[in-house]
């Protein structure tokens, strides 16, 4: 049985399904800690991607060199763009993104490569990133949706979708005949 209340009207409403403590956006202090923290990994992931992307995009070479140049810079530039959005929702909720190079490396589970791999063994480095980046994405995207934040859970639906279709295209190119 709910418990109802008397509304200013006079008039008996039901309670709410969750009560909210913090005023920033309708989530309590936890709520938003919870949803920053995931979203703050996420935008150092990607940074370290999107670094590794531009070095990758610099120096590859080979009989593969204009394919593979095109699709890392096509990639870097919409990396460039995650970064711009992550950074600004975690703004959203009134807190400051990690943004300095040693706050993304230690916090990233993707690392840095060097420049001496050849086409196929740099697009499988994005691969294996993409696989990380998704599984932060997927992890970002429960705890938006436990907490009902569907700003974030949108964002984060786009992201899944362009990774994979990126995924499927690269490992079909690393696929030999």
């Keep these: 049985m709910t418990e109802a209340a008397l509304n200013v009207n006079g008039t008996m409403e039901k309670p709410r399904a969750k009560e909210r403590t913090f005023t ?14 995931a979203l703050n ?24 060199f204009f394919d593979v140049h095109e699709k890392l810079e096509e990639q870097y530039h919409q990396a460039a763009e995650a970064i711009d959005t992550i950074a600004e929702r975690v703004r959203v909720f009134g807190r400051t993104p990690t943004s ?11 690392q840095e490569s060097g420049t001496d791999l050849d086409a196929h063994a740099m697009v499988k480095e994005v691969l294996a990133d993409q696989r ?9 995207l429960d705890r ?14 786009g992201y899944i979708r ?8 690269l490992t079909a190119f690393t696929k030999r005949s």
Excluded at 41 to 64: E, P
Excluded at 144 to 157: F, M, P, R, W
């Design 162 to 169: 362009y990774l994979e279709k990126r995924h499927w295209m």
């Design 132 to 140: 990380i980046l998704l599984e932060h994405l997927f992890s970002t």
């Design 24 to 37: 920033k956006l309708g989530y309590t202090k936890s709520e938003t800690q919870d949803l920053v923290k």
């Design 100 to 110: 300095t190079m040693r706050e993304y490396l230690d916090t990233s589970d993707i």
């Design 41 to 64: 990994i996420l935008l150092a992931n990607y940074a370290v991607h999107h670094q590794k992307l531009r070095n990758f995009h610099w120096n590859v070479t080979g009989s593969d």
């Design 144 to 157: 938006a949706i436990a907490h009902g934040d569907s700003g974030t859970e949108d964002l984060v639906k």
